[in-house]
């Protein structure tokens, strides 16, 4: 069989006749859904999105647990530096790898009760859990009323008395201003 010119035109470049009619295989898992997209689409971008999500959560948690946390101002006694209600972030890896300093500011559990009961905030269920949840992971800081927040003035080895004929901190003979 020869190939004439007009055939020739309508054909591949090896001489071969292009079908007329070219069949759609479909595609496994790209069914269509109402709107166009296809299901394998959805599917993706929301395992996608649940795996982002799962990874910054796991994140935000390893990084609460072991390097920083947010903490609230619990009391007026850091006034003019810092007032009740304010957040902070707090450094978790000192004291044990970076070394404490006179004139730091640190976090540590109330060891007496000398802060006054919280009153306990009233939330519906859901939005307790959404809060609970939310200051596990470290993206709220903890509300619990349990953490002080004051200045080092004295380190190991120093003497601190409180108070001298004036009403002063003294530290190693020092007065506090």
């Given at each position: 069989m020869s190939v004439t010119e007009p055939d020739r035109d309508r054909g591949m470049p090896d001489g071969s006749e292009v079908p007329a009619e070219r069949s759609e295989v479909p595609v496994e898992g790209s069914e269509s859904v109402e709107g166009g997209a296809p299901r394998g689409t959805l599917l993706?971008?929301?395992?996608?999105?649940?795996?982002?999500?799962?990874?910054?959560?796991l994140l935000?948690?390893?990084?609460?647990?072991?390097?920083m946390q947010a903490f609230y101002i619990p009391s007026e006694s850091m006034e003019n530096t810092l007032l009740k209600g304010d957040r902070v972030i707090v450094n978790k890896l000192v004291?044990?790898?970076?070394?404490?300093?006179?004139?730091?500011?640190?976090?540590?559990v109330d060891p007496?009760?000398?802060?006054?009961?919280?009153?306990?905030?009233?939330?519906?269920?859901?939005?307790?859990?959404?809060?609970?949840?939310?200051?596990?992971?470290?993206?709220?800081?903890?509300?619990?009323?349990?953490?002080?927040?004051?200045?080092?003035?004295?380190?190991?080895?120093?003497?601190?008395?409180?108070?001298?004929?004036?009403?002063?901190?003294?530290?190693?003979?020092?007065?506090?201003?």
């Open positions: 993706m971008l929301v395992r996608e999105s649940t795996i982002v999500i799962a990874l910054a959560l935000s948690l390893v990084v609460k647990t072991w390097l004291p044990s790898h970076v070394g404490l300093n006179r004139g730091d500011v640190i976090v540590f007496d009760h000398w802060l006054p009961a919280q009153v306990p905030v009233q939330r519906t269920p859901i939005a307790a859990g959404v809060r609970s949840a939310l200051t596990f992971v470290g993206l709220l800081p903890t509300d619990e009323g349990n953490h002080l927040i004051k200045r080092v003035i004295g380190l190991p080895g120093d003497h601190v008395i409180c108070c001298d004929s004036n009403g002063k901190i003294t530290v190693n003979g020092l007065r506090l201003i």
